[in-house]
């Protein structure tokens, strides 16, 4: 069985809003491909968004800047805490909790939405085969 994993430490966002959707958009996220008899990972860029649809955040919208840099991006959802990377693809519906930190802004973003979606944006590009163990 294979899977992907997508960091989000340190990831450059573009962060736009209306209404009840917040979405950031990225550009050359790091993707860790593993396969089940591979002896070795492979490393691939990818672009796409984060949706989180009916959220409600304890900062102001207007706080939220235009662009920014993920320090730390976390996920609660039922039993689960996702630190810093999800597995694709991601969508979940439910009571979701999100801390985030981004640079630039002391205080811990908090972010709780019924529905948290990753959309991946055009094909993925390889970058390089890494080590199992990275």
């Not at 070795?40 to 409600?56: A, C, P, R, S, V």
């Not at 909790?97 to 640079?103: F, Q, T």
């Not at 002391?106 to 709780?112: A, Q």
Request: charged share 30%; with cysteine; glycine share 2%.
């Amino acid at each position: 069985m294979s899977f992907r994993i997508i960091q989000l430490e340190n990831l450059d966002i573009n962060v736009s809003h209306n209404k009840d959707i917040l979405k950031f958009s990225f550009f050359d996220a790091y993707v860790k491909k593993t396969m089940e008899d591979a002896e070795q990972k492979t490393l691939w860029h990818q672009n796409g968004e984060i949706i989180f649809k009916n959220y409600d955040s304890d900062v102001e919208q207007d706080d939220l800047k235009e662009k920014g840099k993920i320090i730390s991006f976390q996920v609660s959802f039922d039993f689960y805490t996702y630190k810093n990377m999800l597995v694709l693809p991601f969508s979940k519906i439910g009571d979701i909790n999100v801390e985030l930190r981004l640079l630039g802004i002391e205080n811990i973003i908090n972010i709780k939405c019924s529905e948290l979606n990753l959309v991946e944006k055009e094909n993925p590009r390889y970058i390089k085969h890494i080590n199992k163990a990275e």
